[in-house]
């Protein structure tokens, strides 16, 4: 007899990400999407509207949709728009965040948050989970604040702390990737940062650990990150090499040229051993590259 999948709640379903990770979860769960400002559609997906900083509209989507676990991708995950509108973005970054958890606690099912390598300082790279959080922007101080709330409201849940991602656009979103992608096609300048290092992953991989650490990694805190430490300037290389283009329309530059409203740490590569050792197995960057940008 088939089984009946279990079902999913993925907020951020019209986000990069979250797009991303409908795409993956549709084929073994019954996933439910939540999107607010931007409509999408995906076969194999129920999308629904909801302002999650609505806490009635959060629970009563919650409550119709009574799902099986929850994986809150929803944010404002911009850190210059966080910085300059701490107060608006507060509320879907911590408080939505930690409403949705405590309604996923109360009904004892599984809770995954996707934080950001943001909540380090960019001093004391590669980053643990044991590492303590030192953010420098409101996103980073949002995000960790996020985190300790949500694991007092619902000790179980899962915190991924995610690494600058890249991938597939979805209809509403798309990566840091495509706007240098269009640049470089247009033949136009790209300056990229020679002094900010990370640990890129692809929107596919993001979704494996997603799942991977749903599955696997038990509560509390996780880093997934990419295997290479890169530099902007460098993973702009990769690119153009992946495009076939010569790398003149490439200019380095330092954070401290390009004022901007968030501070920006200089390297918070994370160390995703943890994952690694649970089966997390992000492609090597160049490999990604070529399998987004053959799409
Ligand atoms: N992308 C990265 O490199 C990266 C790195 C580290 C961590 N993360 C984290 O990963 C998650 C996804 O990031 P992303 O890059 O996919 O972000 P994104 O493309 O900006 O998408 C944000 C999503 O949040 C939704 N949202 C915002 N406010 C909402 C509200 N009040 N009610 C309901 N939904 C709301 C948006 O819906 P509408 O557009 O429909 O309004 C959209 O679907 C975030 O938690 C982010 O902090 C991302």
Request: aromatic share 8%; net charge neutral.
């Amino acid at each position: 007899m088939e089984r009946t999948p279990k079902k999913l709640l993925i907020t951020g379903a019209s986000g990069f990400l979250g797009w991303n990770v409908c795409l993956r979860g549709r084929a073994a769960w019954e996933v439910f999407g939540v999107f607010h400002d931007h409509g999408v559609a995906m076969d194999g997906v129920t999308i629904l509207r909801g302002d999650l900083t609505n806490y009635a509209q959060a629970t009563d989507l919650f409550l119709r949709v009574k799902p099986d676990a929850v994986f809150h991708l929803a944010a404002a995950s911009g850190p210059n728009f966080c910085q300059m509108h701490p107060e608006v973005t507060r509320r879907i970054n911590v408080d939505a965040a930690v409403h949705l958890a405590g309604l996923a606690s109360d009904c004892r099912i599984p809770f995954v948050f996707t934080s950001t390598d943001l909540v380090f300082d960019g001093e004391a790279a590669p980053y643990t989970e044991e590492d303590p959080v030192s953010p420098v922007s409101v996103y980073g101080e949002q995000k960790a604040r996020a985190e300790t709330a949500i694991l007092g409201r619902h000790p179980d849940a899962v915190i991924c702390r995610m690494s600058l991602t890249f991938g597939k656009a979805s209809p509403a979103s798309e990566s840091f990737l495509q706007p240098v992608v269009r640049a470089l096609e247009g033949g136009r300048e790209v300056r990229l940062f020679t002094d900010e290092y990370r640990t890129p992953l692809s929107a596919r991989d993001a979704a494996q650990g997603l799942f991977l650490a749903l599955e696997k990694s038990g509560s509390g805190v996780i880093h997934l990150g990419g295997r290479e430490r890169i530099s902007r300037f460098d993973f702009g290389e990769v690119v153009t090499r992946v495009l076939g283009r010569g790398r003149e329309s490439l200019k380095g530059c330092r954070r401290l040229d390009i004022p901007m409203a968030a501070p920006r740490p200089r390297d918070v590569s994370l160390d995703s051993s943890r994952a690694f050792g649970l089966g997390f197995d992000p492609g090597q960057l160049r490999e990604e590259l070529e399998h987004v940008l053959a799409q």
